[in-house]
């Protein structure tokens, strides 16, 4: 009698494993720096003076060239997997709607957190005008696996 529920288990368990060969991922932080006229988010190592900076930044839109998203993640499959890392920002509104961009870049899961950057610097960036919004989305191949939004958006 114990044997063949044991047998059940195993059959049941290893079935669930080969079930979950889709990617799984989380975007854990987005950090959305300004950046100076020379590209700079900081201007030393510290992240007091890099928040004081951000601050200036914030103050003073003439003295930016752009905006820079740090982006934590982390990912998992069960066989190696190329997915996209995407950055939606919606800016102040020109006519009837907000101005949109969008940053892409491909990314392997393998396992562990990774830290990527994505800028959106010169001509785009005044396109978009004042950011109102953004949006980072880890997208697979059977679509979005993990997504962190801005409250606005």
Known sequence: MRRPAIFLLTFLLSGAALSASAASGKVVKVLPHFLDLQGR???????Y????????????PEKRSGVRFDILWRGRSAKPETVLLRVEVRGTAKGNLPSQAILEIPVRITGTSHWEQLALVGEKYQAVGEITAWRVTLVGSEGVIGEQKSFLW
Do not use: G
């Open 41 to 47: 988010h900081a201007l030393s190592p510290s992240l």
């Open 49 to 60: 003076d890099r928040d004081a900076y951000q601050a200036q930044l914030r103050k003073n």
